[in-house]
């Protein structure tokens, strides 16, 4: 992973896990071990799809740039979806507090997307190779008058 990519990675994980452990806490305070269990579990799922999608991302741009805004957007409804079949999965489930597992899954969400946000409108990525224009420029032949 280029160091680019690895920095996005870290600005976007980093934060997602703070407010998955604020989740933890606040899901055991509330719900008990059951609570801190479902956090854990939203928090684990939502860094695990994010990052996977982030991966699949960074990989679309640089080997085909013209889809990377489509991309992204197939991604992240993709991503939604999958989210949402999790929460329909484990809703009847008896291995973890249902409602600190949703709520988690909301929160680290909507946090991932805002820290990716933040790190793409920070990250300084050229989007014009400054060599190529230099090597397009016409050569001046001959006598100039």
């Known amino acids: 992973m280029p160091s680019n990519d690895a920095r996005i990675f870290l600005q976007t994980a980093v934060p997602t896990a703070v407010v998955g452990a604020v989740a933890v806490a606040i899901g055991g305070v509330v719900a008990g ?3 801190a269990l479902g956090a854990v579990v ?3 799922v939502v860094i695990a799809f994010m990052g ?4 699949v991302l ?10 990377f805004q489509a991309m992204g957007l197939l991604l ?7 989210l949402f079949g999790f929460l329909a999965l484990f809703k009847g489930s008896d291995l973890f507090d249902f409602k600190a597992f949703a709520f988690t899954l909301l929160a680290t969400t909507v946090v991932w997307i805002a820290a990716q946000a933040r790190s ?22 001959g006598p100039s008058s």
Do not use: F, N, W
């Open 33 to 35: 071990g059951k609570g």
């Open 42 to 44: 939203g928090t684990a």
């Open 52 to 55: 996977i999608g982030l991966l």
């Open 58 to 67: 960074q990989r679309t741009a640089k080997r085909m740039p013209h889809l």
């Open 76 to 82: 992240y409804v993709t991503q939604l979806l999958l």
């Open 120 to 141: 793409y409108m920070k990250a300084k990525i050229l989007y014009v190779d400054p060599s190529s224009s230099e090597a397009e420029k016409p050569k001046k032949t």
